[in-house]
């Protein structure tokens, strides 16, 4: 498995009338979480669009467990727990970083799309190489 944590603050326009987290923003939590392991792992948004893949969104998933409120600070643990083939499954647990409680859950599936034609591809080598020296790495360590 890789992982990675990223610490978010909970401002207060990320609330709703409730005073808790409007439930939208739990999906951007999980893109700033994604965004941070994929920099992590030396495979950032950017390096992506510059081999010419796009990796949208094809399918989301949370489970709403407790409500953040303003100003917790939040932890977003974000997990690759399988090697990508076609499609990359990216997992996610927000917990708050005083109490650990799990708050949300979830998941977001993506797919590899060359940028030029719009048209699913298969991951690029680079990427496919990246991930599987971590998960071996990963292995020799367990």
């Known amino acids: 498995m890789i992982f990675s944590k990223t610490k978010i603050r909970v401002r207060y326009a990320d609330t709703d009338q409730m005073k808790m987290v409007y439930h939208s923003k ?3 939590y999980f893109e ?3 965004s941070d392991l ?3 792992i030396g495979i950032p948004y950017p ?3 510059e081999m010419g893949i796009y990796l ?3 399918e989301a998933h949370a489970k709403f467990i407790k409500a953040a409120r303003y100003d917790d600070l939040l932890i977003v643990t974000t997990m690759l ?3 990508p083939q076609a499609r990359i ?3 996610y647990a927000i917990l708050n970083s005083e109490s650990t409680e799990l708050l949300v859950a979830g998941y977001t599936k993506h797919g590899f799309v060359n940028a030029s034609t719009g048209k699913p591809t298969r991951a690029p080598k680079i990427f496919l190489d990246i991930v599987s020296k971590l998960f071996t790495d990963s292995h020799k360590k367990e």
Do not use: C, D
Request: glycine residues 4%; aromatic residues 4%.
């Open 56 to 58: 949208p969104v094809i």
């Open 89 to 91: 499954t990216i997992e």
């Open 38 to 40: 994929l920099r992590e």
């Open 47 to 49: 390096k992506i669009e």
């Open 26 to 28: 739990y999906l951007e």
């Open 32 to 34: 700033q979480g994604r």
């Open 81 to 83: 727990t399988e090697e």
